[in-house]
């Protein structure tokens, strides 16, 4: 059989499989997956290089489905191929018996993409659409790093491509020359309520493209000499310095079946008799193109190369004073006082030493985030990537470089952060090991005002601290450091750690209240000043203005226990002994809305069933800017004599 008909064969067998484990699973999306069943076809079984038994193996090709609705295309090779997956900690080979295990809960086919439920084939969940061309981006950048031959394809829809982020990563991947990814726009014409734009037709996206910087070919994406010509000419020059490549694949939603044809057809698969129908269509086309059912014959996949050394684990750092030592910056621990945002850069650089798997993203913020310390180490520079102001695209290529085995470290300003919230999500939801960093929290930014602050970003992120990862860890950790060794030694526990999580550095220089003997750990806290009357639970910049109430509570005769509660979520039962050695009154105090730190000691004093008192002293309305944190503390109700006051009534002290 010609290779032409081989491929034709088996594009239509994935269609039929396609409308049958959809309609088993009374969901899906048929039709799309046959609009790429050509394109998924000639991929797993001709183009990639890679193997059903290793199917996450380093070096191997990678498909990103951005079009992640598209999946069953997949899934159905996945069982012909007999692809590898991992189910209760064990691997086993996929059957023809489990593409009708759609979306069934004990199924490691999953509704869209998910390395974590079982799928390692994929690298990162997709689904929630614009995402995918970022990811890829970030697997061919690490690859570029760690210097391996991979070539990253990516399907993007034609409906998606009018998310910005697409666009972000369009322009990073011609900025930075990333040729080893290939994106390939499935131009079916419809999107879910009825056809795309004229602006999303092949025609207007080769001009984006085009104009982009892109190599653009357009193919039929149902023509197997067309399509294998398109991929081979890619493989040419993913190794050379030509410019990159993208691909505009002109496609039928419900190729084949033309009574599921056009709109109406969107999400929902045929059954009864249109499911019949649909199946004796097709049936038809493989008369028409093969005399043959489906076959491996023609094929052969390529295996990948043999994965290289890797890096090792990184190593313990320096204590931060040794740090500043080796960096000319020891005249700074004289003053006594260093922004977070510092620390943090010097806790970066030092990392990058200690281990090459460490990579930093910024959104051209890194002279004030001070990720640059990275960026301007010759020995680092080049695993650093400015990001630009995008940070959509940053979140997913750092996701991609982590399913590379990167650690990645993300760093904006933490209110800009708040752009990616969805694409931090999906990040967690494949289980990357991305830690995100945002600088500038707070209401003490002061003279920019609100639209520079973070002010619900500990509620969100805390929400993620509240439900457990794949590995029965919180799905993210909270840290909101005080000092700068606080938030040096967090950010050495955040590069130990396989996971999320999320600080919140500030811009203020703050008083050193700690030192290098001082252990931080994600779920700790720290009991700065023990007393019996009163516990005050404060994070980040809060914990200094609280310092300075417990001074005011001693002079008024009250005795308060002083609580640094960097971390989300934290050791309970400490806290509960903590509170009920203070009589149960505790006042919680956070420079950012509610819902946050507050609310996290609200739900432990009611799991822990005993009599509290809490007053949650947090910012209750919408700030504006000011000339120094001082006037913004006193307009927010957040100054050291606000919080001796809460104190006083708390404890009904005139």
Known sequence: MSLEAAIHAQAIELDRMSLEMCAAAGSGHPTTAMSIGHLVTVLMYKSMRWSPDYPDYPTSDRLVLSAGHGVPAVYAAACKL?????QNGERRKLTADDANTLRQGSSPLDGHPNPREGFPFFDAATGS????????AGIAEAARMDEIDKRVYCIIGDGESREGQVAEAMDIIIERNLNNVLPIFNCNEFGQADRVSEQQSPEKLKAKLEAFGFDV???DGHAPEQIVKAFDAFADRSTGNGAPMAIVAKTVKGWGAPSIQGGGWHGKPPTGEALEKAISEIDEQRLMLTSSLSSTDGFEIQPPAEAPEGPGEIADLPGFTESMRRYDMESLLHTGKLATRKAYGVALRALGHAGKQVVVLDADVKNSTFADMFAKDADLASRFVECKIAEQ???????????????????????????????????IYSGANVKFVGSHSGVTLAADGPS???????????????ARDHNGNPAC??????DAYAAYALTQAMAEYEGACYMRTVRPETEFLYSDDTVFNLGGMEVLTEGRDIAICAS??????ANRAVDLLDEAGVSATLVDMYSLPFDEDKLMDVLSQNNGYVISVEDNFGGAMGSAIADAMVRAGDAFQLEQLHVREIPKSARTPEELLEMCGLTANHIKQAAMEVLQVV
């Open 82 to 86: 007999g692809v590898v997956v991992e």
């Open 129 to 136: 659409l614009g995402q995918g061309l970022s990811i890829a």
């Open 217 to 219: 070919t357009v193919i």
């Open 393 to 427: 695209n940053m979140v997913s290529m750092a996701a991609g470089m982590a399913a590379s085995g990167k650690v990645p470290f993300c760093s904006t300003f933490s209110k800009f952060m708040t752009r990616a919230y969805d694409q931090i999500e999906m990040a």
């Open 452 to 466: 520079q602050m973070s002010l619900p970003d500990v509620a969100w992120f805390r929400s993620f601290a509240t």
């Open 477 to 482: 950790y909270v840290l909101q450091p005080s």
């Open 540 to 545: 980040g910049y809060m914990v200094h203005e």
